[in-house]
């Protein structure tokens, strides 16, 4: 059986640039240097036995030091020609707003000239741009100053976003403001996992509220200096399953009404298109993540691809155009991933059937990477990274996911 994709299809890979950039200095690398000992201590608890065995450098407090991550800053020529390699014809990437702004209001342009080269080299091998302005890290200075919580962070997002658009513009036509803010408020200062480690609801709200004001106020600059840009936001999104029963039924329509539309409602009017991170399943039986857990990721997640087809219907109501900006699995051995991505892809198909406005799918992720509070232990990566060496090695599904690309295709 064939599953054709529509003419014109973006077909890539994600990175993020604290994860892949390395030698960064912002508000995560100092959190992670604070962090380490006790991140790789509480990994006993929290991480079963198999997956302790498997990764044993776990408990390794430099698996929590991000460094040179992957080294990609200084070699992502090299690594945009294993994207072309690979077939694809676009490319997520972001751009670490502590390399442009280091100190408030000063501009590196040394810094910036660099991302006009990362731009230069993917529409050399003719890939098309997708431009995360930001994915979680702070410069240090707004960091101090209270980072997200501080009134003034949407201005001070805007004028970053500004200054990138005006030197950049000219060459990006899709841009995404703000990657996952439920994720990063519910880490970040609702669970307190993650830096500046807030906890609370009153936290997580007036983050949230934050942050859509920030996207609000970027998009209405970058659309004021390049009208004919694209720019979207991108959310993670939950397939939510509810098991018989009338208070299930509840239960999951209030947690698809806050979790995956409370955004959405908020800044539609402020969006191009929709970015949909999908990764999780949450089957509802009276609580939440009631899963059967049938194929696991080596991150202990539930893997239930087909939920992706449900997600993206019901984003129909929004009339926009939908990029899948991220999905994919950590499988270290490579064992599950190209079923992972067959399958999600058949369900982008039926959504695409359903009427739904699918234009682009990016696979998270390109390479292995630094996976926040997990470290390097977590292989995400279409492509395998060996951290002492850098060098790189296509796994047997990117040759698969390969095949997809160039033939903007499914033949099964």
Avoid at 135 to 159: C, M, Q, S
Avoid at 254 to 280: A, K, M, T
Avoid at 346 to 371: M, P, T
Wanted: charged share 30%; glycine share 6%; hydrophobic share 35%.
């Amino acid at each position: 059986m064939e599953y054709k994709f529509p003419s014109g299809f973006l077909w890539g890979a994600a990175t993020s640039a604290h994860q892949v950039e390395g030698w960064n200095f912002n508000d995560w690398t100092e959190w992670e240097k604070t962090n380490a000992n006790r991140l790789a201590k509480e990994t006993r608890m929290e991480f079963q036995e198999w997956q302790q065995e498997k990764f044993p450098e776990m408990f390794e407090p430099k698996n929590y030091i991000s460094d040179h991550a992957c080294g990609h800053y200084k070699r992502f020529e090299q690594d945009f020609d294993i994207v072309k390699e690979l077939g694809q014809n676009a490319h997520r990437f972001s751009i670490e707003w502590s390399r442009i702004e280091p100190e408030e209001g000063k501009f590196d342009e040394r810094e910036i000239e660099h991302y006009q080269l990362v731009i230069k080299a993917l529409k050399e091998r003719g890939l098309e741009p997708f431009v995360t302005l930001w994915h979680w890290t702070l410069p240090i200075w707004l960091a101090k100053k209270g980072g997200v919580r501080n009134a003034d962070f949407p201005k001070y997002f805007e004028k970053y976003v500004k200054k990138m658009v005006e030197v950049l513009g000219r060459d990006v036509k899709y841009w995404l403001t703000i990657n996952e803010p439920e994720i990063y408020s519910l880490n970040s200062y609702y669970r307190g996992r993650w830096t500046p480690q807030k906890k609370g609801i009153l936290n997580f709200y007036f983050s949230m509220r934050s942050l859509m004001k920030a996207h609000k106020r970027a998009y209405r600059a970058i659309k004021k200096i390049t009208p004919l840009s694209m720019v979207g936001g991108v959310c993670n999104l939950s397939d939510f399953k509810s098991s018989e029963g009338v208070v299930n039924a509840i239960l999951k329509i209030l947690f698809e009404r806050f979790w995956n539309h409370r955004y959405l409602r908020r800044v539609h009017h402020q969006l191009d298109f929709i970015g949909l991170n999908f990764y999780f399943h949450n089957r509802i039986d009276y609580g939440i993540n009631k899963n059967k857990k049938e194929v696991v990721s080596d991150v202990g997640w539930d893997t239930h691809p087909e939920g992706i087809e449900n997600v993206l219907a019901n984003l129909k109501r929004y009339d926009k155009p939908v990029y899948i900006t991220e999905s994919g699995m950590a499988d270290k051995e490579d064992k599950y991933r190209r079923w992972f991505i067959e399958e999600t892809l058949k369900a982008v198909s039926r959504a695409l059937e359903r009427g739904v406005n699918i234009q682009g799918y990016f696979h998270w992720s390109l390479l292995d990477n630094f996976e926040w509070d997990k470290g390097f232990w977590p292989r995400f990566g279409l492509v395998e990274v060996n951290y002492k060496t850098m060098e790189r090695r296509i796994r047997p599904s990117a040759l698969e996911y390969a095949k997809i690309c160039k033939n903007n295709s499914i033949n099964l």
